[in-house]
């Protein structure tokens, strides 16, 4: 992962990840910063959006590109929407807690 100096108002309007929302930040076992979030389309509900994630080695000085998350939820239903819930970081271990939805907001699933 490359880092570089970018502000996160730079990182939540930069293609191809727009129109962010349901951010979760936290800090990682080794001390770096990670955000989730979703984003890719420009409204919701769309097909195009996904779950990014992004890291900051240096406090959120600079951060990597966002980049998309395949939890290969999609390659089954390309009309499934996702949304992280939570992401949990315990005992040195990451967890994702994902929602998703039938693409209209109905249908929630967790």
């Known amino acids: ?48 959006n996904r779950i990014c994630l992004t890291r900051s080695l240096d406090q959120g000085h600079t951060w990597a590109p966002m980049e998309p ?13 996702l949304v992280p819930s939570e992401h949990l970081v315990h005992n040195g271990r990451c967890t994702l807690f994902v929602s998703t939805h039938d693409g209209t907001f109905g249908g929630w699933q967790a």
């Open 69 to 81: 998350i395949d939890l290969g939820i999609k390659r089954q239903n390309l009309i499934t929407a």
């Open 1 to 48: 992962m490359v880092h570089r100096n970018v502000s996160v108002s730079s990182l939540m309007v930069s293609r191809p990840i727009r129109s962010p929302a349901d951010g979760i930040l936290r800090v990682l076992p080794d001390g770096s910063w990670v955000m989730i979030m979703l984003g890719g389309g420009h409204t919701e509900p769309l097909p195009q």
